[in-house]
């Protein structure tokens, strides 16, 4: 159990390595579609084995279409364009903090009580978060601040669509849902990313094309299929915990393979983000 989580977060985390050597080639759109694209069919392809799509209400396809937009396309199309512009090890860091906006976004649409702890919490990985974008220069010129700001608009695109998702998810089931957005999110990114697609798909070479193929694969069919698998054989708050040690799996692998050097202020307002997070999920019981 634990060797599959610490593997699911190993994977998670090579993303953002996978992706900065794929964006050399492929723009983040065309990059968005590809792996939004190639984890629909295969699991729409997982959902017909086994058996037919139930019929849903115009309500359920409204509310799946909102989360695919906050949680797969957006998600996708935020997330890669601001990796383009920031490193990894930041992407990293600021994607750590989606478990405390998703309690902030349950906050906000009044599925939670914000309560002095997770008040605190909250102030603390945003302190973190604008540490590190720095928002005590605010220079849109500046170094990776507009990458670093498209991956929190990210996070909080994800952090709302998991506090929407959970209710179609108990009503219709994951076998359902999941596959259900990821196809309406390649609809809607294919008019983002179909012409840089068709641009650059003929000048691809073996490598790149397998490179793609592992975005595909590993950081998103094998992760969601194993955290489904996890999340039927352990507590929930166990296999939250995990995702703590993504910023340190990507940052261990931006140095090896992209040569990153985090700077001081990276450790320091990773410190903060991981305080708050503590702060904000301590003495939470997991639904």
């Known amino acids: 159990m634990h060797l599959v989580l610490a593997a699911v977060q ?113 102030a603390v990985a945003c302190a973190g978060m604008l540490w590190l974008v720095g928002a005590d220069g605010f220079r849109l010129e500046g170094g990776t601040l507009v990458g670093d700001l498209l991956i929190v608009l990210n996070a909080s695109c994800y952090a709302t669509y998991l506090v929407l998702v959970r209710e179609p998810i108990a009503r219709l089931g994951a076998d359902v849902v999941v596959p259900v957005v990821f196809g309406i999110g390649a609809l809607l990114t294919l008019p983002f990313g179909a012409v840089p697609l068709a641009a650059v798909a003929p000048g691809l070479g073996p490598s790149a094309w397998l490179l793609l193929l592992y975005v595909v694969l590993v950081p998103t069919i094998f992760t969601y299929g194993a955290n489904a698998w996890a999340l039927a054989r352990a507590p929930s708050s166990l296999v939250a915990v995990y995702i703590y040690a993504q910023p340190v799996c990507a940052a261990a692998l931006a140095y090896v393979f992209l040569d990153e050097r985090p700077a001081p202020r990276a450790f320091a307002a990773a410190g903060l983000v991981f305080v708050g997070i503590g702060l904000a999920t301590s003495g939470r019981r997991a639904r």
Do not use: Y
């Open 10 to 122: 190993v994977a998670f985390a090579s993303l953002a390595v996978a992706g900065k050597l794929a964006l050399r080639e492929v723009p983040s759109p065309a990059l968005a579609l590809v792996r939004i694209g190639g984890a629909s069919l295969a699991f729409l392809v997982w959902r017909r084995l086994r058996g037919p799509f139930p019929r849903m209400s115009a309500r359920d396809l409204g509310l799946l279409t909102l989360c695919s937009v906050l949680g797969i396309a957006g998600n996708q199309l935020l997330f890669l364009a601001g990796l383009a512009r920031t490193t990894a090890t930041n992407a990293a860091v600021l994607s750590a903090a989606i478990p405390v906006l998703t309690v902030a976004a349950a906050v906000v649409l009044g599925r939670e009580r914000l309560a002095p702890r997770l008040a605190a919490g909250l």
